[in-house]
């Protein structure tokens, strides 16, 4: 009999456990993709994330067309393009891997109840992610709320297997009536992403080569390279494992591995890497346990925090990185034109926006919902929440990053703010930090002097949580 895999934030083959459930239960496969972006309102996905799944779909279209299958397109609602495609194979069953999201895990039970009505039960499956949300408890059987125990409960946990490797051959059926991808229209008409196609190789066969690069050198050098923008001090995985092109399994596994081979300086980074796998667990888990938490802050006093009203001006110039503080215009820009940004300067830029700037983090989160590639519901709002210190386990409010001590820090000769603010690029330590304590600099290489006062900002901001009660 024929089983439906339905495909979506997992695109890979090997270590699909929706694929590999279904082969070990049915003769023949069909592999569906419905695309129903609507059905992830109000967070549907962005235009960086449109641009990767493109290019993610059609690599695992490839994949599959090399093991002899066809990976069929269908647009949504997704419980009509289920129904169709099962009807028209007489499937037997459905598999897809588990998803968290609150939007997605609702209709995932609308999906499920109505297929099973008609007879057709829907199999969800773990994959996306080291360990099941229910599985991760207090002593007391509570959800924890703080990182640290946490993740001492979920890494004693943590058991990464074999990874399943698909098989050369995958026994199909056709379908008639697939789309072309084409018909999601899923790039921009605006070809604005040739710095997207030089940095990035979106797909399966890309995501298992950036995580052999990082399995040498870097692994070793991790715990020490990662909060430095001005290296490549770590794995760039996260759009692929947003897209599940690898599973958080491979990669946990892989890690360990490599570190056991590599031996002791190793493991600590492997130890440091896992606990950023853990922090990616640790996302999902709170949007989980806190459906509301990507528009509403977890710590509710935060309801009445006295935001400055939207100023666009200011919001426009942080978004160009234009604002004159060279480490925020460096990470803004990066962010354009790659779909990435490093996480120091992602911490940098949303403390910049929600602290000196004041405006309501929402903004900013939605501002990079739709210029990262790695955009991802669960993640972007536990950092914005962490940063402008609303979370749970949040950095405290009144801890306000110095964009400058920070870039003397974390960019000690000025590579990274030279790399992507070319007006500075002659301009050395510690200058190219506060380029503003040379007005003649500023003259010179046109480059703005400091959107609002450092100094000023922060207490401003420090009186608005005073009056928090902070
Ligand atoms: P590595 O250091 O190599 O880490 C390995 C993997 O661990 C990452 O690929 C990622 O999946 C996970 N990870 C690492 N750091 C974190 C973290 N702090 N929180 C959760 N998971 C983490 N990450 C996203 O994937 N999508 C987002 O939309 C996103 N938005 C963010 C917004 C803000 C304001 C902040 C401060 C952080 C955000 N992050 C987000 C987390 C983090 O910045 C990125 O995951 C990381 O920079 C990705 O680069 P990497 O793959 O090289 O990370």
Redesign the pocket.
């Known amino acids: 009999d024929t089983a439906l895999v339905w495909f979506r934030r997992d695109l890979r083959l090997d270590d699909n456990a929706a694929l590999q459930a279904a082969l070990a239960a049915h003769d023949r496969i069909v592999a569906l993709y419905v695309h129903a972006p609507e059905e992830e309102a109000p967070w549907m996905p962005g235009a960086a994330s449109r641009w990767w799944l493109h290019h993610a779909l059609q690599t695992l279209a490839g994949r599959l067309a090399d093991r002899g299958a066809a990976l069929h397109l269908a647009q949504g609602p997704s419980l009509a393009a289920l129904r169709n495609a099962a009807r028209a194979v007489g499937a037997a069953a459905i598999y897809a891997q588990r998803l968290y999201e609150p939007a997605a895990a609702e209709r995932d039970r609308r999906v499920a109840g109505a297929l099973q009505r008609d007879g057709i039960p829907v199999h969800f499956v773990s994959g996306a992610l080291l360990a099941e949300p229910p599985a991760v408890v207090t002593g007391a059987g509570t959800p924890y709320r703080v990182f640290t125990p946490y993740w001492r409960t979920a890494r004693a946990l943590l058991r990464p297997r074999a990874p399943w490797t698909a098989p050369p051959r995958i026994p199909s059926t056709t379908l008639d009536g697939a789309l072309p991808l084409a018909a999601f229209g899923l790039l921009p008409a605006i070809r604005w992403d040739a710095g997207f196609t030089t940095a990035w190789q979106p797909g399966e066969a890309g995501a298992q080569d950036a995580l052999a690069d990082f399995l040498g050198a870097p692994l070793r050098e991790y715990a020490d390279a990662?909060d430095r923008p001005d290296q490549v001090g770590?794995?760039?995985?996260?759009p692929h494992?947003?897209f599940g092109e690898l599973s958080p399994n491979q990669v946990a596994h892989a890690v360990l591995q490599a570190a056991g081979r590599l031996g002791t300086g190793a493991r600590q980074g492997a130890e440091a890497?896992l606990r950023?796998?853990g922090?990616?667990d640790f996302?999902q888990y709170l949007l989980h346990h806190n459906p509301s938490m990507a528009d509403t802050p977890l710590d509710p006093r935060f309801e009445r925090f006295a935001w400055d009203p939207r100023d666009d001006h200011a919001q426009h110039r942080w978004q160009q990185g234009r604002t004159g503080i060279p480490i925020i215009d460096a990470g803004m820009r990066e962010l354009w034109s790659t779909g990435w940004m490093?996480?120091r300067v992602?911490?940098l830029v949303?403390s910049f926006f929600t602290k000196n700037l004041r405006q309501h983090w929402l903004d900013g989160a939605r501002w990079?919902w739709d210029t990262?590639v790695?955009?991802?519901l669960a993640?972007?709002a536990?950092?914005?929440q962490?940063?402008a210190g609303c979370g749970v386990d949040a950095a405290p409010y009144f801890r306000i990053f110095n964009p400058v001590t920070q870039g003397l820090k974390f960019d000690p000769h000025g590579h990274y703010v030279r790399r992507w603010v070319p007006e500075l690029a002659g301009i050395a330590v510690p200058l190219v930090h506060q380029p503003w304590q040379d007005p003649d600099l500023l003259r010179r290489t046109g480059y703005p002097a400091p959107l609002v006062d450092l100094a000023d900002t922060r207490a401003a901001a420090l009186a608005a949580w005073k009056s928090l009660g902070g």
């Not at 770590?234 to 996260?238: D, E, G, P, W, Y």
């Open positions: 990662r770590t794995s760039r995985l996260s494992l947003h890497y950023e796998l922090w990616r996302s490093h996480n992602r911490m949303a990079f990262l790695d955009a991802d993640n972007n536990q950092g914005w962490w940063t």
